[in-house]
Each structure stands twice: as C-alpha cells, then as structure tokens.
Nanobody, 126 residues
Framework: QLQLVESGGGLVQAGGSLRLSCAAS????????MGWFRQAPGKEREFVAA????????SYADSVKGRFTISRDNAKNTVYLQMNSLKPEDTAVYYC???????????????????WGQGTQVTVSS
C-alpha cells in the first residue's frame, strides 16, 4: 500500500501564492508518476498537473499553465505544486495521486491513478 498526505492548503487573496506538498509513504518505490487534481463544489474532478517520477516529464492543464509549477523530490518521496497568481476559480479541494504503471507516461486521466490523498482545501478570495 501507498499512503499520500497533502498539506499546504488554505485561504489566500486573488493574486497570491500557495505551495502544496504531497508526501508518499509505504510502497513509494512503486511510484511511476504523481499528479495533482482538483474538485470544486458541483464540478467534476479535473486534472491540474502531473510529473513522471523518473525522467521528470511534466504535463499541465491549460488553465494553470504559466501559473502553477509541479516539482518532485525523489529522495523525500514528495511532490509539490507551487501555485502563483491564484484566481477565485482556482478554489477547490486539491488531491494528489500516484500512478504505478511503469509505462504510463504522464497521465491526465484520473482513472490512471492508483492511490489518492485525502485532499486539501484551497480557497481564493476575490
């Protein structure tokens, strides 16, 4: 089993920044990629960003490209999401997820992920 724990959410004004962290424990050697997703009230969960654990290939949703940066620290089994220039529409519960598929690339589909964290709330006020 793999456990994922997110942290770093909170309340911020529009234009501000937050940094989310997601620490993996347990069978962390099985991680092939990690991603961030978000879900706003009444909306479906949507892809935000993902990174390949080996090689570091990265993918972003168009809505966050240029504002958010995903990074990883393999030694700490942690993935980060630096969020700058936040907008009210970024308000959501943010989830990190881990994919075990060694040939899965950098998946943008939530169904590709095997493990999920509990989520952390990000609220951006206008």
């Amino acid at each position: 089993q793999l456990q994922l724990v997110e942290s770093g959410g909170g309340l911020v004004q529009a234009g501000g920044s937050l940094r989310l962290s997601c620490a993996a424990s347990g069978r962390s050697f099985s991680i092939a990629a990690m991603g961030w997703f978000r879900q706003a009230p009444g909306k479906e969960r949507e892809f935000v960003a993902a990174v390949r654990w080996t090689g570091g290939s990265i993918s972003y949703a168009d809505s966050v490209k240029g504002r958010f940066t995903i990074s990883r620290d393999n030694a700490k089994n942690t993935v980060y999401l630096q969020m700058n220039s936040l907008k009210p529409e970024d308000t959501a519960v943010y989830y990190c997820a881990a994919d075990r598929n060694p040939s899965g690339g950098v998946p943008r589909n939530a169904l590709a992920y095997d493990y999920w964290g509990q989520g952390t709330q990000v609220t951006v006020s206008s």
